[in-house]
């Protein structure tokens, strides 16, 4: 499963149950947020790993530029979109 897809069902997951959104939400206030949030994953079943998390989101990102104007350094900077941590938070409605 790719990490997209185990996002997804994470967050699905989150929206259902209000103790794992709290969960999630409370590794945002340790002192390694990303590690913290890595750490959880792995204790629901899911392997995420920082650099795994972070190459998703540059992988996914290269991607989507290569698909836009010819994928040329004139193509539009996409703010956000290479970041799935920050994308999963916004998903799942952190207030």
């Known amino acids: ?23 999630f939400l409370e590794t945002r206030k340790e002192k390694y947020p990303v590690e913290s949030f890595c750490r959880l994953c792995r204790e629901l079943g899911y392997e995420i790993y920082e650099m795994d998390l972070i190459e998703a989101g540059e ?3 290269a991607t989507m530029k290569r698909s836009t104007n010819g994928g040329g350094e004139n193509s539009p900077k996409l703010d956000g979109q290479d970041d799935f941590y920050e994308m999963f938070f916004a998903e799942i409605g952190e207030k």
Do not use: G, V
């Open 1 to 23: 499963m790719t990490i997209p897809a185990m996002l997804i069902e994470l967050e699905n997951m989150a929206r259902k149950d209000e103790a794992l959104r709290q969960r």
């Open 59 to 61: 992988e996914f990102y």
